[in-house]
């Protein structure tokens, strides 16, 4: 009676294993179809340039202000830490160079992924969900309308055509910055510092962090209106979705960054 009670709990272990198992394989192959209809939708004619400027200016115009204020803040505050432990050993000249190297390689990059995650991506998924609870989406399918040509397409043209500039502006105000910061705390000479920042960041940096955020751009729009597009349950499920979508991007951003820095590393 026992050995049959042990098989039985076995074969349901199994069961519930392996009905997750599938349905997540399920998901990684809808995914992945999604994706390829997006690049296909996005190179087969007409492109919407009219909805594409106008997520030109919602994720870049609008999200200008708080770029600015991090960078600069993220900056200052790194070149203080990091300008502390330099004055030790009585070398606060590098600290310009140490925090632009941070910046342009990770911090930048990673940073203006979280902050549009934030903003942008959440509101693309509530806005998309909340056309598919309100059948908005099912009228546009019924009126022979692809939903992805229509609302994920320009999106992601946009975020990852915007994106990148922000990083980069990001990269400039931090290094201000720390400019800020090195001049007014530590007294570090304006020539030294902007000779130790050419003496140890090169073009590659800089190059390094914007393409890890193009390939943050588009995680970022992608993931956002995938969550849109399966959201379900009215209201609710529109706070679901947002919320689903926001963590499943930034895990997602932390996990291709390992991976494109590994590859950067060694090649």
Not at 155 to 183: D, E, H, K, N, Q
Not at 250 to 255: D, E, H, N, S, V
Request: aromatic residues 12%.
């Amino acid at each position: 009676m026992t050995t049959a009670v042990e098989k039985n709990y076995l074969v349901a272990a199994i069961t519930v294993i392996g009905s997750y198992v599938t349905s997540q394989f399920r998901a990684l192959g809808a995914f992945c179809l999604y994706i390829y209809e997006i690049f296909r939708q996005a190179l087969t004619p007409p492109i919407r340039w009219d909805l594409i400027f106008q997520q030109l200016e919602f994720v870049g115009n609008q999200s200008l202000s708080i770029i600015i204020l991090t960078g600069f803040f993220t900056g200052a505050v790194f070149a203080l830490q990091i300008g502390g432990i330099f004055q030790i050993f009585r070398a606060e000249s590098i600290m310009g160079a140490a925090t632009a190297k941070a910046l342009t390689r990770e911090m930048a990059p990673l940073m203006t992924a979280f902050l549009l995650t934030g903003r942008a991506g959440s509101s693309m998924t509530a806005e998309i969900a909340t056309m598919r609870v309100n059948e908005q989406v099912d009228a546009m399918e019924a009126m022979a309308v692809d939903p992805i040509n229509y609302l994920v397409v320009p999106r992601v043209i946009a975020s990852m055509c915007i994106i990148p500039l922000l990083c980069g502006i990001f990269i400039f105000i931090g290094i201000f910055g720390a400019y800020i910061t090195g001049v007014a705390v530590f007294d570090v000479d304006v020539g030294v510092f902007v000779d130790r920042i050419k003496w140890m960041v090169e073009p590659r940096d800089i190059a390094n962090g914007l393409e890890k955020s193009f390939v943050f751009s588009f995680i970022i729009a992608a993931i956002a209106c995938r969550y849109g597009l399966n959201a379900h349950g009215g209201a609710k499920g529109v706070g679901q979705a947002t919320t689903r979508s926001v963590v499943a991007t930034l895990l997602t951003i932390l996990l291709v960054d390992v991976c494109i820095t590994f590859i950067q590393l060694r090649f």
